[in-house]
């Protein structure tokens, strides 16, 4: 099984976000995204070799038990995106973020 990092799905979470953004650039009808609730199931690891430390993985939420040591959590994470913008000073400021009504493929 291929092991996705928590960072990495919240990185693919803002990468889909920024393509709805741009889809719906121009369009007659946007929406506000409000907060974003994310629930995951983790695995969370020890680890002893190399670089020490705890890892989260996640997996599937509807899965299985997990061989060995792995214990299996669930995550809830409430994120309110935002967008960085110019303030027209030399600064920056946050804006709500727009996206598109409908997938763009």
């Known amino acids: 099984m291929?092991?996705?990092g928590l960072a990495e799905a919240i990185e693919a979470l803002r990468r889909e976000l920024a393509t709805a953004k741009l889809a719906?650039?121009?369009?007659?009808?946007?929406?506000?995204?409000?907060?974003?609730?994310m629930e995951f199931?983790?695995?969370i690891r020890r680890e002893g070799k190399?670089?020490?430390?705890?890892k989260f993985w996640v997996v599937s939420v509807g899965g299985g038990g997990s061989a060995g040591r792995t214990v299996t959590h669930r995550l809830q994470v409430r994120l309110q995106p935002?967008?960085?913008?110019?303030?027209g000073a030399g600064?920056?400021?946050t804006r709500d973020v727009r996206v598109r009504d409908r997938d763009s493929n």
């Open 91 to 93: 600064g920056t400021t």
């Open 82 to 87: 935002h967008e960085i913008v110019p303030d």
């Open 50 to 54: 190399g670089e020490a430390g705890v």
């Open 2 to 4: 291929d092991e996705v």
């Open 41 to 43: 199931g983790l695995e």
């Open 24 to 37: 719906g650039a121009g369009e007659p009808i946007q929406f506000t995204l409000g907060p974003v609730d």
